[in-house]
Structures are given as C-alpha cells and as structure tokens.
C-alpha cells in the first residue's frame, strides 16, 4: 500500500524542472572512475540509473579541470573523452525518467603533487590547509601550497564556465557549485587560508568575491534555475585550519543576501554533525536551518543525516524545500519507493564505499514490494 501523503514524495517545481519528489540523491564520492583519463563509465551509468526514482540525483563531486583532483578514481568534466563518458551516465539516468546535475568542484590547495604529476597545489595564499589528500598510496598531508596568481583565479573562473558547457553537452539537467567545507571556495571565504591584500582578499566582500564570478560564469551558460551551490557553513572537522570563526556568520549573513537576488534552483545546505556549543557558532546550535530560512528567500535543500521521519519534519516545519540523503542511496538504490511504501532499509557495506567496482555499487537490490505493506514512517 502506498502513502504518497508524506510531503518527500510529493512533486516539486523548480521554474521549468518538475522534480516527481523532493527526495534528493546527494552527491556521494564513489572512486570508480578507475582509468587514466578520469572518464565515466558504463558501470557507473548503471548505478546512476538504479537510483533514476529520486526527485533529483546529484552526481558525485566532478574535477572542473586537471589542476582541481583531490582524491584517486573520481571522474572530471574537462576533457572531450570526460564528456562523451557523462553522456551514457545522463542518457541512462534520463531512460529511467530521472533528472540529474552535475557537481562542479574543485579542491584548491587540499590535494597534493601525487595526484597533480609532482605539481605544488595552489590556494588563495600559501598557507597549509593542514589536512590530507587521497592519494594512490593513501592519505598524505597536505602541504604549503604556491598562492594562485590573479591570472589563475580568472583561468579557474574560466574552467568553471568551460566545465558547465561540458555538463550542457554531456546531457546534465543542470549543475550546482560544490562549495562544501574542504573545498576552493571555502578557502578562498576562510581569513585561516585567505589572507591576500588584493580584491580577492581581507573584507568578506573581497573574500566572497568568487563565488559569485563563479556562479555568473555559470550561470552565463545554464541560466540562474538550472544552477545552484552547495555549502557546509560551519563543518568543525575534517577541514583542517578552516574552522568557524567571530567572522563565519556575517560572512554568509552577506553570502545569502547576494544569493537572493539570484533565482537560484536552490541553496543546498549541510548542517554540523558535530556540537556548536563553545564554538563561535553557538547561536545556530538549536534551530540551524532557520538560520538560513530567515537570511535566503530562495529554495533551500537541507542535508544532514536525514531519516524519513526527520526529512518529511523539516519540510512541514516549512525550513527546506528539498531534503538530499546520501549513505541511504548507497544500499537502497530505491529510497523513494522505499520511503513511499514504508520499507526499511538496507544496511551499507563501507569497505566498498570508494573502491571494489560493482561490489557494494550497483549490486544492491531493488526491495520487494508486492510482498510488502506500508506501515506508517
């Protein structure tokens, strides 16, 4: 029995995009673009299409050129082989009736000359990130990175823009800007490894100034619903020297009110996993996404470890428009007839997570649900 009630399974207008749910597949780095080039492949097509019932699948964080890899086997979106690899991935998914965006990104100095051919990193001043880089031989720390010349901030613009022709070529239905804690973006918005004296530097104007010659950039090829951006505001950990500071909150307080203006498809939002208190942060503690709420009158898609329960919650409390999961779309390729029908869930192997081709990817079965009757959520 079917209870299509619950506020995830209803349809979803963004300007001319109609999402068939608000269940969102967010983006999940997989490591399976296990080849020279870093292209997709028909493996990843099947997985991508398994999970084609979401309102919308986010693919996994993709490289925007060859400078911007982070982390072993995941595919770019730079180069022609790239983009005819996206195109079985897109066609697939587009079979299944699913709709999908790129993921632009680009890891700035947190990476590491392994995966660079011996290149020194470059970031917004040449100040060690002070975290670690996925590499062939496994994690390594991160090192002083070379400080992006002004030139190079226009290039990497330029690369954003290219990458976002590349996903219109290859089939996307739109991108949205990976701006997550870790990132290039955020390194670029953090006084810790921002400290340049030129316009890209010093106040949070200066400091915010990519982001949008970023989101112009794209926005120039998709038009503004077709393009969204990502961010982790306050990530504690994981992130290095890139923690919440007295500044994290007027930063994005003037973030979200440029964002306004935008039309944006949406803002996609990750809470902390992680306490506040004691942090500078505090304030957002118990009511974190009414922060973003009541600062951006755009569509807001909330992340955060989200359960059935707790994402049908957030949109009846009226604080997100769009809720993403991402562990649950690893071993339940169909969460949203999951969700519709009240099934649990299939539990993920994590030894596979970012390696072992088909095993724990696309080998994950479909529930039955003729056998099955829905019991409430």
Wanted: proline letters at 5%; hydrophobic letters at 40%.
């Amino acid at each position: 029995m079917k209870n299509s009630a619950q506020l995830l399974l209803q349809e979803y207008q963004i300007d001319d995009l109609k999402l068939k749910n608000r269940v969102v597949m967010a983006s999940l780095t997989r490591g399976r673009a296990d080849n020279p080039g870093l292209v997709p492949t028909l493996l990843m097509a099947e997985y991508y299409a398994q999970r084609a019932s979401a309102g919308l699948i986010l693919s996994e964080g993709t490289w925007v050129n060859s400078k911007s890899i982070g982390f072993i086997n995941v595919p770019g979106i730079y180069t022609q082989e790239q983009v005819e690899g996206w195109k079985l991935v897109t066609t697939a998914v587009h079979n299944k009736g699913g709709l999908i965006f790129s993921q632009l990104g680009h890891i700035g100095s947190a990476t590491h000359p392994d995966l660079l051919n011996g290149e020194l990193p470059a970031g917004p001043s040449a100040i060690n990130p002070q975290t670690q880089s996925f590499t062939p031989e496994g994690f390594k720390d991160t090192l002083v990175p070379r400080e992006f010349s002004v030139a190079e901030i226009k290039q990497t613009i330029q690369d954003y823009q290219q990458a976002a022709k590349n996903a219109k070529d290859a089939g996307f239905d739109g991108v949205e800007i990976h701006a997550q804690a870790g990132m290039l973006i955020p390194q670029f918005l953090s006084a810790a490894t921002n400290q340049r004296s030129d316009a890209y530097g010093g106040s949070i104007e200066n400091r915010a100034r990519i982001v949008f010659e970023i989101l112009d950039a794209v926005i120039g090829v998709w038009g503004s619903t077709r393009v969204a951006i990502k961010f982790t505001p306050v990530a504690l950990s994981h992130v290095g020297i890139m923690k919440p500071d007295e500044e994290t909150i007027p930063t994005f307080k003037y973030i979200l009110k440029k964002l306004s203006d935008y039309n944006l498809a949406y803002l996609h939002i990750v809470a902390p996993a992680e306490d506040l208190t004691g942090t500078a942060v505090e304030v957002m503690q118990d009511d974190y996404f009414s922060h973003f709420r009541n600062n951006y009158s755009g569509r807001l898609m909330a992340n955060f470890g989200f359960t059935q329960l707790s994402g049908n919650a957030i949109l009846e409390e009226g604080k997100a428009d769009l809720v993403s999961f991402g562990a649950p779309f690893i071993a339940n390729p169909d969460l949203a007839e999951r969700f519709t029908y009240g099934l649990p869930l299939a539990e993920s192997d994590q030894n596979t997570y970012y390696a072992g081709g088909e095993k724990g990817y696309t080998d994950y079965p479909y529930a039955n649900y003729k056998s099955e009757s829905f019991s409430e959520y």
